[in-house]
Nanobody, 113 residues
Framework: QVQLVESGGGLVQAGGSLRLSCAASGGIFRFSAMGWYRQAPGKQREFVAIISSGDTTNYAESVKGRFTISRDNTKNTVFLQMDSLKPEDTAVYYC???????WGQGTQVTVSS
């Protein structure tokens, strides 16, 4: 069973930056894609970013050019660097691990205007 532990959320002003981390255990990290979804109050969970086992990345249009996903296979950790944050980025951010599909508990990101 894969366990995911997220950290790095918090409160930041618009235009600021945050870096989320997600540490995985119990799975074969280097063979798995990992990424992030987010869910704002009253909205459905939406895709944010993904990084494949071969380091190919893909982003939602709303975060392209502002967010960067990366991974460190030596630490079984995936990161989400979030720059130029906007109030509409406010959400609970969930890390996921693709094989087997697993989810973290979520970390709150709040961007004030």
């Amino acid at each position: 069973q894969v366990q995911l532990v997220e950290s790095g959320g918090g409160l930041v002003q618009a235009g600021g930056s945050l870096r989320l981390s997600c540490a995985a255990s119990g799975g074969i990290f280097r063979f798995s894609a990992m990424g992030w979804y987010r869910q704002a109050p009253g909205k459905q969970r939406e895709f944010v970013a993904i990084i494949s086992s071969g380091d190919t990345t893909n982003y939602a249009e709303s975060v392209k050019g502002r967010f960067t996903i990366s991974r460190d296979n030596t630490k079984n950790t995936v990161f989400l660097q979030m720059d130029s944050l906007k109030p509409e980025d406010t959400a609970v951010y969930y890390c996921f691990f693709s094989t087997p599909l697993s989810w973290g508990q979520g970390t709150q990101v709040t961007v004030s205007s």
